[in-house]
């Protein structure tokens, strides 16, 4: 099977746009996918800088969504023509997958990050039979089709516009998972979100849609004006030393009347993850989201009075449950999440990366030009 795909062939070069080949269907667990949208995340665009751990040349993408084309048989669950959302690998037997913290996976930076699932990686080659890296995230998902472990899909409501719903799987069920999930936010409680990106502007939604209060910091003013419109009281870090950091924790008590309960970092600043800290009560919880590359040094006194943190992968949530929970959000007008998306032709995958890099757009997605009528 012949299909387009963007591949990264260096972590300097640009995606190129190939023709790729599946030498085999479904095998049994699996499903094959035709891609109506995938999202692009940081993760994907981090492969750039992973010191050669993540393996190239490879497709990308792990925020597919599209249509069942084919099954590997009744096991998977699903049929033919089934809507779904691709979310991330799991093994499904170690404690932690069998425990519902399908994220905490034993498996997962191998499954995900770092080299896939090694069965039957030969089937996929570029159009001269060079190897291409084992499914990413289990999907490879900048493509036309994807070859997908049926645990990773989520059906969904075919009526539901199925090209938007990618960024469900990863960003958006981060943000939101860790409101739901990680802290179990609840009416009159209030959360201060770091970072207006995808991830921070989905835990608005979801603090708003749990009846919550909250506080977004970001320094990009049209970031913070979004926020704003999605129910969160914008605060400006403005400066680029981040010396007005003291003033903005201080604020932040006032408005959360003594600190909030909750905080949530999505930037990875270690000036941020303390100031952060500081604007929470005692007892209140500080949850990480990126991944830190260099060390964190905690000032005194942040984790007195029974503060805490810890880091949060996937928004603590089992996809299958937690996906149609946003589904029906946004149909019942409480998780606006298509506003916050740009879409953009699978051709135009460079410029979408510019875009992201530049702040230009929240959560681009990638629209498949559709498929090949000689597959």
């Known amino acids: 099977m012949r299909f387009t795909a963007a ?38 665009l981090a492969v750039r800088h992973s010191a050669g751990r993540s393996p190239l040349p490879a497709v990308l993408g792990h925020e597919g969504a599209g249509i ?16 779904v959302v691709l979310s991330f690998d799991s093994c ?75 960024p469900l799987g990863c960003g958006f069920l981060t943000g939101a ?9 609840g009416p009159g409680d209030t959360i201060a979100v770091y970072g207006a990106g995808a991830v921070g502007l989905a835990a608005v939604m979801a603090a708003t849609a749990a009846g919550a209060m909250t506080v977004a910091v970001d320094r990009h003013p049209e970031r913070l004006a979004l926020a ?13 030393d981040l010396s007005d950091l003291p003033a903005l924790a201080d604020r932040i008590q006032q408005l959360t009347d003594g600190g909030a309960h909750y905080a949530l970092d999505t930037t990875g600043s270690p000036q941020l993850i303390n100031n952060a800290l500081r604007a929470l009560r005692p007892t209140g919880h500080l949850g990480l989201v990126a991944r830190l590359n260099i060390p964190l040094p905690l000032e005194p006194g942040t ?39 740009r879409t953009y032709p699978l051709t135009d995958i460079n410029q979408a990366e510019r875009d992201c890099d530049a702040g230009r757009v929240v959560k681009p997605v990638l629209i498949p030009a559709g498929p090949r009528k000689d597959t």
Request: hydrophobic share 40%; net charge negative.
């Open 7 to 44: 591949v990264l062939r260096s972590y300097e070069s640009r995606f190129s746009l190939e023709e790729v080949m599946l030498h085999a269907g479904p095998g049994d667990g699996e499903i094959l996918v035709r891609i109506a949208g995938c999202g692009m995340c940081r993760t994907d």
């Open 68 to 83: 069942v084309v084919e099954t590997g048989g009744p096991g998977t669950g699903l049929s033919s023509g089934d809507h």
């Open 92 to 166: 499904g037997h170690c404690r932690n997958c069998m425990g519902a913290a399908p994220a905490y996976c034993d498996s997962f930076p191998t499954l995900n990050l770092f080299g896939g699932r090694e069965e039957h990686t030969a089937r996929f080659t570029d159009a001269d039979g060079g190897a291409l890296a084992p499914r990413w995230f289990g999907q490879s998902s900048f493509a036309e089709y994807a070859l997908v472990p049926a645990r990773n899909a989520v059906r969904v409501d075919p009526t539901l516009p199925i090209e938007l719903l990618g």
């Open 177 to 185: 998972g860790a409101v739901f999930h990680s802290f179990g936010v």
């Open 228 to 240: 704003e419109r999605l129910h969160a009281i914008p605060l400006h870090a403005a400066s680029a």
């Open 303 to 341: 984790l007195d009075r029974g503060r805490r943190i810890s880091h949060i992968c996937e928004g603590d949530a089992v996809p299958g449950l937690l996906i149609p929970r946003l589904t029906r959000l946004w149909q019942a007008g409480r998780f606006p999440f298509d506003q916050l998306i």
